[in-house]
């Protein structure tokens, strides 16, 4: 007869319930770093980036509303290497800027409010694309040694497309002759989309230059001089492999 070792079943059967327990409580932890990245730090984000525009617009002494003032149209150094940006290498300066544009402010500083109504966005536009000082922070981040608002060239931006307030992640909606505003305290700037293109390497700096081209793919782009916006931000979701890019152009400004 074979012997039975209760002792080596106990054994066994203790060592295989200490796995599971070790199974189950690595999968908390991973929920848990889930739930933190894709809910809590959208939720943390854009409450900053609400309340940020509040603040803007107490100190420009106006109540916030999507249309107030916007006037009609026709249909770096500091910072952190960031994954919805493009790489600035090949980006040139963005010339000279007109006399309604907005002046250059301090790094990380939130000086501006973007408005899409297409998509429902209200956020604050801050000096710089760093991670921890802007776009982490919810806000929407202007590429240095571009354009300022209004100015002639390549106002360009960037935004995440997922976590810390995600604001950018449908700019993949957009559609030509919908209308983007920035505010700021002297003037409200309107631009109007024109182009898209849908997916394109992070080192093409062409999209975000002063008459902006996409150096890789040639067709994309512009080749005459103008007052252009652009919106960059990560492509495939959840990944930060291509950039999706959209362009806009001035189509008026108001003074306030």
């Not at 003037?187 to 394109?200: E, F, H, M, N």
């Amino acid at each position: 007869m074979v012997q039975r070792n209760p002792r080596g079943r106990r054994l066994a059967a203790r060592g295989l319930w200490s796995g599971a327990e070790v199974v189950v409580t690595l999968g908390v932890v991973l929920l848990l770093l889930v739930v933190h990245q894709l809910w809590w730090t959208n939720r943390q984000a854009r409450a900053d980036a609400r309340h940020k525009v509040q603040s803007l617009e107490q100190e420009w002494g106006r109540a916030g509303s999507e249309d107030a003032g916007v006037p009609s149209a026709p249909p770096g150094e500091g910072a952190d290497t960031d994954t919805d940006a493009v790489g600035e290498g090949g980006g040139a300066p963005a010339g000279g800027a007109r006399a309604a544009a907005a002046a250059a402010p301090r790094w990380d500083q939130a000086y501006a409010v973007i408005r899409i109504p297409r998509l429902g966005l209200t956020a604050p536009v801050a000096q710089g694309i760093s991670k921890s000082g802007v776009l982490d922070k919810g806000y929407v981040g202007h590429y240095p040694r571009t354009a300022q608002p209004g100015g002639a060239g390549n106002f360009a931006l960037a935004g995440h497309r997922n976590t810390h307030g995600e604001p950018f992640r449908y700019i993949n909606r957009l559609r030509r002759g919908d209308r983007i505003t920035v505010e700021t305290r002297e003037r409200v700037y309107a631009y109007v989309v024109d182009k898209t293109l849908a997916q394109t390497a992070a080192r093409d700096s062409g999209v975000i230059a002063a008459v902006p081209r996409s150096n890789l793919k040639p067709a994309f782009g512009y080749s005459e001089p103008g007052s252009y916006v652009t919106l960059t931000t990560c492509t495939p979701e959840f990944t930060s492999r291509y950039r999706l890019v959209v362009w806009g152009k001035l189509a008026g400004v108001q003074e306030r």
